[in-house]
């Protein structure tokens, strides 16, 4: 199980994961921390906590750290979303699927997406049941 982020550490990750490409830290400050008021320092600290945490590679290119995400923005998500209901929710998708009917605003474009993912879990069960 991956270590628990914190919500900044959170919304570095996926600044981080969205750029597929590594930043220097210097982008990473100006083009995250800056727009919200961290200080450098908090920023870089963060990095570090993320890569010791096996979150982020860490690469020396001519003197200057570059940063990017140990796994795809689609793995981490699903990373993230394992531990929630594993350690949040006690391994149950119940209370997730009776809050998506509930209270969650979803488009047609995520309901047709949540349909199609059912769909491929009950061919997915058929088909180990078959096997």
């Known amino acids: 199980m991956p270590p628990t982020l914190g919500a900044q550490e959170l919304e570095l990750i996926r600044f981080i994961s969205d750029y597929q490409i590594p930043l220097s830290a210097r982008e990473i400050v100006s083009l995250f921390g800056e727009p919200r ?3 450098r ?3 870089l ?3 570090e906590r993320l890569r010791k945490k096996g979150y982020l590679l860490r ?5 200057i750290y570059h940063f990017e995400s140990q ?7 699903r990373n993230i979303v394992q531990n929630f209901v594993e350690k949040t929710l006690e391994g149950s998708l119940s209370p997730f699927v009776a809050y998506l009917t509930r209270g969650a605003k979803i ?3 995520e309901l047709a997406e949540l349909k199609q993912l059912v769909a491929d879990l009950d061919k997915s069960r058929a088909k180990r049941k078959d096997e």
């Open 37 to 39: 008021g961290l200080a």
């Open 107 to 109: 488009s047609d474009a």
């Open 45 to 47: 600290t963060m990095l």
């Open 41 to 43: 320092t908090t920023v």
């Open 71 to 77: 796994t795809s923005k689609g793995e981490f998500l």
């Open 59 to 63: 690469t020396e290119k001519e003197g």
